[in-house]
């Protein structure tokens, strides 16, 4: 059983920070790519950042120079810096683990989602 539970998310005026954190806990071998998504009400769901094992970023380029991904591999932690939030940073921000149990292959792990953590930003 694995379960990510994120936390730091909250209500903050237009141009606040916000930092969220993402743990995942449970029979893990091994975590792979780490990552927050978001999805606000009638939109699709897409990703605001990702970092692998080694440490490689990619950012949805709405949130390029404002939003920084982080990860701590030694305490299944991920990080997400939210700076100089906009309106249309509200929505759900979901956690998202590439984990690899003793269940699973050498060649790929099984995606986790946290429960997900809302954030609004009021202008």
């Known amino acids: 059983q694995v379960q990510l539970v994120e936390s730091g998310g909250g209500l903050v005026q237009a141009g606040g920070s916000l930092r969220l954190s993402c743990a995942a806990s449970?029979?893990?071998?091994?975590?792979?790519?780490m990552g927050w998504y978001r999805q606000a009400p009638g939109k699709q769901r897409e990703l605001v950042a990702a970092?692998?094992?080694?440490?490689?970023?990619n950012y949805a380029d709405s949130v390029k120079g404002r939003f920084t991904i982080s990860r701590d591999i030694a305490k299944n932690t991920v990080y997400l810096q939210m700076t100089s939030l906009k309106p249309e940073d509200t929505a759900v921000y979901y956690c998202?683990?590439?984990?690899?149990?003793?269940?699973?292959?050498?060649?790929?792990?099984?995606?986790?989602w946290g429960q997900g953590t809302q954030v609004t930003v009021s202008s």
């Open positions: 998202n683990a590439n984990v690899f149990t003793s269940s699973d292959s050498d060649y790929a792990g099984r995606g986790y």
């Open positions: 449970g029979s893990i071998s091994r975590i792979n790519n």
């Open positions: 970092i692998t094992r080694p440490g490689s970023t």
